[in-house]
C-alpha cells in the first residue's frame, strides 16, 4: 500500500506543471563611442565604438600608441557597464554642448584643452543621445558629473592601454658631442 500512495505522489506531481521560466532581460543594442580631439599639446585624438558583444572599433590618431584603425574585444559586460555609467550620470538629461560658443554652459573656458564626445546610439529603442564637452570649460553646474562621465568610460573602455594618452615613446636622441671620460674630462 505505502508503494502505491508513493507512486500516487509522484503521479500528481508529474502532472504539475513546472515554474515559468524567469523573464530574461531584452537583448542589447546599439553601440556607445568615445572620442578624443587635438589639442597643442600632446592629446590622443582617437575615436572608439563599443557594441553590446564587448567588441570595439578604435581609429586612433595623434599621440597614441599604434595610430590607424583597429578592432578588438574588451572584457564581458563592458558594455554593459558603460551603458551603466550613461544611465548613472544621466547622459539624456545633459546639455548636447559644453563649449566656449554656448556661453551657458561653458561661461569660463581655459583654452589648449581637447574636446571630448560621448554618444549613445540604438536605433531598435530610438536613442540618440550625444555630448560634447570642451574639457577646457570651467564653471558651471554639469562639470563634475562631466568628469566623472569621462573618467567612467574612460577606464571602461580602457583608454589607457589601449590608445596611450600622452606623448608616445620616442627613440633616444643621438648625442651631439662625445661624453667626457675620465675626471670631469681633464
Not at 509522484?10 to 515554474?19: D, I, V, Y
Request: a negative charge; glycine letters at 8%; hydrophobic letters at 30%.
Amino acid at each position: 500500500m505505502r508503494h502505491w500512495g508513493l507512486i500516487g505522489m509522484l503521479a500528481l506531481a508529474g502532472c504539475a506543471s513546472p515554474p515559468p521560466p524567469e523573464p530574461k532581460e531584452p537583448p542589447l543594442t546599439g553601440s556607445i563611442t568615445l572620442a578624443s580631439g587635438p589639442c597643442p599639446g600632446l592629446c590622443a585624438v582617437y575615436t572608439m565604438t563599443l557594441f553590446p558583444d564587448d567588441t570595439y572599433s578604435l581609429n586612433a590618431g595623434e599621440n597614441t600608441i599604434e595610430p590607424g584603425r583597429s578592432r578588438g574585444s574588451l572584457p564581458v559586460n563592458s558594455y554593459r557597464r558603460a551603458l551603466e555609467s550613461l544611465e548613472q550620470y544621466d547622459l539624456p538629461g545633459l546639455q548636447r554642448f559644453y563649449t566656449p560658443t554656448e556661453t551657458d554652459n561653458c561661461p569660463t573656458v581655459i583654452s589648449g584643452l581637447p574636446t571630448v564626445d560621448f554618444s549613445h546610439v540604438d536605433d531598435d529603442n530610438d536613442v540618440r543621445d550625444f555630448v560634447t564637452f570642451n574639457t577646457g570649460c570651467v564653471d558651471f553646474a554639469d562639470r563634475d558629473r562631466l568628469d566623472q562621465l569621462t573618467e567612467r568610460l574612460r577606464a571602461v573602455f580602457r583608454i589607457k592601454e589601449l590608445v596611450a594618452v600622452g606623448e608616445p615613446p620616442r627613440p633616444p636622441r643621438p648625442e651631439t658631442e662625445a661624453p667626457a671620460s675620465g675626471l670631469g674630462g681633464l
